[in-house]
Structures are given as C-alpha cells and as structure tokens.
C-alpha cells in the first residue's frame, strides 16, 4: 500500500522571517550561481583551450607530417621530372643522331648517284677509249710488223758491215801485235847493249882502281906475293860480276 504523505506543520513565524531574508538570500544564491557559472565557463573554456592545443598538436603534427609528405613527393617529382628532362634529352639526341644518319645517308644516296653516273660516264669514256686503242694496236701492229722486217734487214746488213769490221780490225790487231813484238825485241836488245856497255864502263873504272890500288900497294913495299894474291882476287870478284 502506497505510504502516506506526512504533512509538515510549517509556524508561520519562521515563514514570515524567511520572506524577509528572500531577497538578500537570492542574491547571494545569485551571485553564488553567477560564480560557479564563470567557474564553469573559465573550465570549460579551459578544457576547450586545451582541446584546442591538444587539436592543434595533432594537426601540427599533421602538418608537419602531410609538410614531409608533400616535401618527399616534390623530390619524387622533381627526380621524376629531372629523368623525364634527361629522358627528353636523350630523346632529343637521338632524336638529332638520327636526323644526322639520315642527312649523312640521304647525301651519302646523293653521292652514290653521283657516282654512278660518273661512273657510266667513265665506262663509255673507257669503252670509246679501248676500241680506239684497239684499232690503234692494229695499227700499231701493222707498223711494228713492217718495222720489224725493215729492222731484220738492216740488222743483216749492219752485221755484215760489222763482221767485215771486224775482220779490219782483226787485221789490224794482228798488225799491232806485229809491230809491238817488234818493238820489244828491238827494246830488248837495246837494255843488253846498254847493259853491257855498263859492264865495260864498270871493268874500265875497276881496271882503273885496281891500277891505282896496285901503285899505292907497290909505293908501300909490300911483298910481292900478297900484292898478286889481291889482284886475283879482285879479278875473280869481277869475273863473278860479269
């Protein structure tokens, strides 16, 4: 069973007090709920600043963490687009090489043309030139043929012009040798007559100094058979001489 309500006798004195203080009593109750609301505001705000530092470390760290991102990828890119620049570059070079190979195969095509028809030029030039040569060694021919015979008969006849030179001067070697034999033989006899008149004129001068040897010999006495033992052995050295 619900319980019953106990009414509470309120004295009316204590009710006529407490309207008399009602007014001071709200004031205070008002200044009271006044503070605790600034109270309550100043934490709130507060844990709303702390928040809020706490909020702008994350996005900080964020920042910073997004800043390193983009920072890294900005070098990805720049890599990225200094190998897309030398990649370009290396497009570019190849790119000109081949213009060059091109230019250098398209004049070398020019002057292989070039050539070509110099070269047909030259060969009818060759092929005019070698009928004209070989109707000039025919000619040639002909004329070596008739130079030839016109040679062998010369030749024949310049042979015999040589052989019977030669004989004349056969003849006239054998002529020479004659007259050179001739003349040595006659030299001959000339260097012995002149040798022997040397002998004579050499006994001559000795016959003299044995002359004059045998004097002196005789003037100093010497004995008479040493003085003829000299004499015959100078004529025998004379003899021997001779």
């Known amino acids: 069973m619900p319980k019953k309500k106990k009414k509470i006798k309120r004295n009316k004195n204590v009710e006529a007090l407490s309207l008399e203080k009602l007014p001071s009593t709200i004031s205070k109750f008002y200044k009271k709920y006044k503070k605790q609301k600034e109270i309550d505001h100043l934490r709130k705000v507060k844990f709303q600043e702390r928040e809020e530092a706490k909020n702008i470390v994350q996005e900080k760290k964020k920042l ?8 890294k990828e900005e070098e990805r890119l720049k890599l990225k687009e200094e190998e897309l ?22 004049l070398k095509d020019t002057d292989l043309r070039r050539k070509d028809v110099d070269q047909n030029r030259r060969d009818k ?7 004209e040569q070989k109707r000039k060694d025919v000619d040639l021919a002909v004329r070596e043929e008739e130079q030839k015979r016109k ?14 030179k ?32 040397e002998d004579l004129k050499a006994e001559r001068i000795a016959k003299k100094q044995q002359e004059r040897t045998v004097s002196v010999e005789e003037k100093q006495n010497l004995p008479e058979e040493e003085l003829v033992s000299r004499l015959e052995s100078f004529e025998t ?4 001489k001779n």
């Open 85 to 106: 620049k030398q990649k370009e570059n290396e497009i570019k070079l190849k790119v000109e090489e081949q213009r060059k190979k091109d230019e250098d195969l398209r």
């Open 64 to 71: 910073s963490s997004r800043i390193e991102k983009i920072e």
């Open 125 to 131: 030039q060759l092929q005019l030139k070698a009928e």
């Open 237 to 240: 050295k004379h003899s021997k």
């Open 166 to 197: 030669a004989s004349n001067q056969e003849q006239l070697k054998d002529q020479e040798e004659i007259r050179i034999k001739e003349w040595e033989r006659k030299f001959e006899e000339e260097r012995r007559l002149e040798e022997k008149r």
């Open 151 to 164: 040679d062998q008969k010369e030749n024949r006849k310049k042979y015999k012009e040589l052989k019977l």
